[in-house]
């Protein structure tokens, strides 16, 4: 009887194995795969936990929309990119995505256009300059879903107690962070750098779009090369040699230094928007202020704009194309319901990608009305451009390869050579 | 009778198929479609295109951290896995004495084990962290060091705390299987060896080495694979940085895949990973049971 259970067992195990992976769908049914990126404890909350009205995301849009469910995974921006890569190469890619980069997958042909599914009126109501950022030969690829306007943070305190004005020029700004180390032995930190792995793209826009540069020309080609950049790349990392910086850029996250800058460690750093909530978390009590990014003598700085995207990839398996489409058209304006909407933008203190949101936002916190106009003089990275993933990881190694006494010119050189061909 | 020795000779197999079709499913057919993939085409965003011979080879080859990445892999293995071997050796010698407290010490050995190597090296990077590091406000509140101390001024010295948090996440496995080699030799071997006028060095030479090589060849053998695959503790510490000084071969291909999104020569990568770990490991063991067989 024994051995009869462990075949038995044996046998179940070597059927299961055959057999996981097939899921069966009612046939007047559209499922559609969602996958969203996380972006902060909230997030897994309001799409799939209690955090919309004791309610979620996905339960309240099957509700309102019989016949569509969604399969929605909230994923980490860690995972997200293995996450779908995987899926792409397996022949399964999600419906709907959530992430920031679209051009690789928009010129691979893996993408749906933005017109096959987006109401028209929806699509009228994003602001039209986050919607060329997601234009290829003049088509849309995706569309925003939210964004985030960088600027320089500065401690009153700490600037008023050298008796310094914030900066606004490179000069300038050599000059205050003497002051700082002078007035404070070097106990604090004048001035915040971040060339990781996952933010020196951030600090070469900083930089070069300061200095007259950055990654493209007015053409739009890329000219990571250009004497501009050189000179604006140079600068900085003379910063971090001339000791005005955090010691190790090239380790220290962003969160490092909000944490540095909570802790009145840190007297200037150029952050995202949320950082005062960032800052309130943390149980910090800082005087902040915010200023332009200082730029070079005669030259304009530029805030930076950071702007994800929502995208659908075809599915040449799907019966019923239209059906589809049409699926997925409702996800969007159900997404962008200033109901829905306003609540998930204002969550994780993120600014809107549409007009109808703009109202309930700055109703709720006038400090949106301001950013807002921030984020309408912004830059944004040139992520259209297939050659996005390499430049932004390859401005970063040429960064961090400065930093250790590499040969600037040259790497953007290579990178240059590399990307533009 | 022939029904039963018939169904003897087909019984083992019919146990070993559920964990060979796993071993089959899970191991064996990625290895194949990692070796198919590193000679195809793959675009950036994943999708995989036709056989282009060795070219995502050549490209690998080519990349300019390539040198970078495999010496510090080889210095990452052999110090971890010789270091960690050599550590846990005596570590197990002094935990197979008896003195009072010996279960406690060895289940406190237990805990740099049992850990997620994620939170060891985060522990770790908080440890050594300069502005608010553990290990600066004990120094500086003993008054042993006057001013916090940049424990990672440098690419180098990151490296080298990278390779101690492999050592102290590894040095238990050692301790546990050197250990159970001890405990398996006959005290009477020690006894017959003092009365031929065998010091300490004699014994551990004659007697407590040669006994425990089973035990040590399983660790060190085990320890190279693990090592040399080892992801968390390199992408949690430093991701590679500054410019992949600190990268070895495992978050160097992840790096080349997903961020860099050159998926082809990070296949090409992984594949010569694979091979020269089957080298080395097959190698060692090949050494290891010729001397065995020699003796």
């Given amino acids: 009887m024994k051995k009869f259970l462990a075949l038995l067992l044996a046998l179940v195990m070597v059927v299961s194995l055959g057999s996981f992976g097939t899921v069966a769908y009612a046939d007047d049914e559209i499922t559609l795969d969602v996958i969203i990126c996380q972006y902060g404890p909230n997030t897994n909350e309001w799409f799939l936990g209690k955090g919309m009205d004791g309610s979620n995301f996905v339960e309240k849009f099957e509700a309102a929309n019989p016949g569509i469910k969604l399969n929605l995974d909230v994923v980490s921006w860690n995972d997200v990119y293995t996450e779908v890569d995987t899926r792409i190469a397996n022949n399964n890619a999600p419906d709907i995505l959530n992430i920031d980069v679209f051009a690789n997958y928009a010129n691979e042909g893996l993408l749906l256009p933005v017109k096959d599914y987006c109401p028209d009126d929806l699509f009228a109501d994003f602001f039209p300059s986050f919607i060329d950022q997601s234009i290829i030969d003049d088509t849309c690829w995706a569309v925003p879903d939210l964004a985030s306007a960088r600027a320089l943070f500065y401690n009153v305190d700490i600037l008023n107690e050298v008796g310094v004005e914030v900066p606004t020029t490179w000069a300038e700004l050599q000059d205050v962070s003497q002051a700082i180390i002078d007035y404070y032995d070097g106990e604090i930190y004048p001035w915040g750098i971040d060339m990781t792995t996952d933010e020196g793209q951030a600090a070469f826009a900083y930089y070069t779009w300061g200095n007259g540069g950055g990654f493209v020309d007015a053409n739009g080609d890329w000219a990571v090369n250009s004497p501009e950049n050189v000179e604006a790349i140079n600068f900085a990392i003379s910063l971090v040699n001339d000791g005005y910086t955090n010691p190790n850029p090239a380790t220290q996250t962003r969160y490092d230094l909000q944490d540095m800058f909570a802790a009145g460690k840190l007297a200037m750093v150029i952050a995202p928007n949320q950082l005062p909530t960032y800052v309130a978390d943390k149980g910090g009590e800082i005087n902040m202020a915010t200023a332009g990014i200082p730029a070079n003598e005669g030259k304009t700085g530029s805030s930076v704009g950071v702007m994800d995207r929502v995208m659908a990839f ?18 969007l304006e159900f997404f962008y319901r200033p109901e829905n909407y306003v609540g998930w933008v204002s969550m994780e203190g993120f600014l809107p990608a549409v007009n109808s949101a703009v109202e309930a936002l700055v109703e709720a916190d006038p400090s949106f009305g301001a950013w807002l106009d921030v984020l309408g003089s912004c830059q944004f990275y040139p992520a259209a451009k297939a050659e996005w993933a390499q430049v932004r990881q390859g401005v970063t190694t040429v960064e961090q390869e400065a930093l250790i006494g590499g040969d600037i010119q040259a790497g953007l050189d290579a990178l240059q050579a590399e990307v533009a061909g | 009778m022939n029904t039963r020795l018939n169904r003897n000779k087909w019984e083992p197999y019919l146990w070993l198929l559920p964990s060979m079709l796993l071993i089959a499913v899970f191991v064996v057919f990625p290895i194949l479609i990692v070796f198919k993939l590193s000679f195809s085409y793959i675009s950036q965003g994943g999708v ?35 270091l960690s071997t050599l550590l846990g050796f005596i570590i197990a010698m002094v935990l197979n004495q008896k003195f009072r407290g010996r279960k406690i010490a060895r289940s406190i050995l237990v805990f740099p084990w049992a850990t997620s190597l994620v939170i060891q090296a985060s522990v770790w990077n908080y ?40 050592i102290f996440v590894t040095v238990p496995f050692v301790t546990f299987c050197v250990l159970s080699g001890l405990q398996s030799i006959d005290g009477s071997l020690y006894e017959a060896a003092t009365m031929d006028g065998a010091g300490f060095w004699g014994k551990l030479r004659h007697v407590t080495l040669p006994m425990v090589r089973p035990s040590l060849t399983v660790s060190t053998v085990l320890n190279i694979i693990y090592v040399f695959n080892s992801f968390p503790i390199v992408y949690t510490m430093t991701k590679g940085a500054p410019a992949h000084k600190t990268d070895t071969m495992i978050t160097y291909l992840y790096m080349l895949s997903f961020y860099e999104r050159k998926k082809g020569p990070a296949t090409a990568l992984s594949v010569i990973g694979f091979l020269i770990l089957c080298v080395c490991a097959g190698v060692y063991m090949i050494g290891v049971m010729r001397k065995e067989d020699e003796q």
């Fill in chain 1, 314 to 331: 075809k599915d040449e398996s799907a019966p019923d194309q239209e059906a589809r489409n049409e699926a997925i058209g409702k996800f």
């Fill in chain 2, 48 to 82: 995989i295109g036709g056989f282009i011979g060795f070219q995502n080879y050549v490209d690998a080859v080519k990349l300019p951290a390539f040198k970078t990445v495999m010496l510090n892999t080889m210095w990452w293995v052999i110090s971890v896995v010789g």
């Fill in chain 2, 127 to 166: 440890i050594i962290k300069y502005e608010y590091g553990n290990l600066n406000n004990v120094l500086l509140n003993l008054g042993i060091i006057q001013q916090a101390i940049n424990w990672r001024s440098s690419y180098q010295i990151e490296f080298i705390w990278e390779c101690a948090v492999g």
